[in-house]
């Protein structure tokens, strides 16, 4: 079963307008993380927000905010004031152990963005 | 300060031979993770070293894939006798290997096996 699932292949908003990508996750550990990562055309995973699961607020960073709401188990990132360099794959992913009792990142499909002039 | 660098950034290579691939970490972090990311499977985790600790490798698809950290710092990837499945964009991570921290990652390798 998809531990991440991003319903979003494809979304695509104006220049300075705020856009949501949906997020929604499943486990079973009390304890986790979520993550959002961006990922330009030039190939690079770039970090742009984390939530612990027992963290009390919703996570922001400047134009980045995650919409957290744990009893549905949703994670959703809201990017405010889009521009033109928003543009490009995001992926949200969770913290999970490993069979070998480490820890990952098990990543959803990826959204990809597409911000109009 | 410089982020994570890999070598190198593309690589072509005949199906049947080995490649090796490299990543230098963030210096201080003690946590580097290799993932693969391909069109078919997204995003998958390979390996994990922490420190001095022994490897987790429960993500390595098969026994032709072996990774090594000299040092607890740069890490090389091995694929021998490469497949065409094995074509995908290889990235690597680091951390501080605190629990919650978040990954930084490279610029990935690309490999293409013809």
């Known amino acids: 079963a998809q531990k991440i699932t991003q319903t979003q292949p494809g979304m695509f908003v104006q220049e300075k307008e705020a856009v949501t990508l949906d997020c929604t996750y499943d486990?079973?550990?009390?304890?986790?993380?979520l993550f959002w990562y961006k990922q330009p055309s030039s190939g690079e995973m770039i970090f742009l927000i984390y939530?612990?699961?027992?963290?009390?607020q919703n996570a922001t960073e400047g134009r980045y905010s995650l919409n957290f709401q744990k009893a549905r188990k949703s994670a959703n990132l809201v990017i405010s004031a889009s521009q033109l360099g928003d543009s490009a794959m995001y992926f949200c992913?969770?913290?999970?152990?490993?069979?070998?009792?480490?820890?990952?990142?098990?990543f959803g499909k990826g959204t990809k963005l597409t911000v109009n002039p | 300060g410089a982020g994570v660098s890999q070598s190198p950034s593309n690589k072509v290579t005949e199906k049947g031979k080995d490649v090796e691939l490299r990543c230098d970490p963030i210096?201080?972090?003690?946590?580097l993770y290799w993932y693969r990311q391909s069109l078919g499977q997204g995003l998958e985790f390979l390996i994990y070293?922490?420190?001095?600790?022994?490897?987790?490798k429960s993500g390595l698809p098969s026994d032709r894939f072996s990774a090594e950290r000299t040092g607890g710092s740069v890490s090389t990837l091995t694929i021998q006798r490469t497949q065409q499945e094995d074509s995908a964009v290889y990235l690597c991570?680091?951390?501080?290997?605190?629990?919650?921290?978040?990954?930084?990652f490279g610029p990935g390798t690309r490999l293409t096996v013809l």
């Open positions: 486990t079973s550990d009390p304890s986790y993380g």
């Open positions: 992913a969770m913290r999970e152990r490993t069979q070998g009792g480490s820890e990952k990142l098990v």
């Open positions: 210096s201080g972090h003690t946590a």
């Open positions: 991570a680091s951390s501080t290997g605190t629990r919650g921290d978040e990954q930084f």
């Open positions: 939530q612990g699961s027992y963290d009390q």
């Open positions: 070293f922490q420190g001095n600790s022994a490897p987790d």
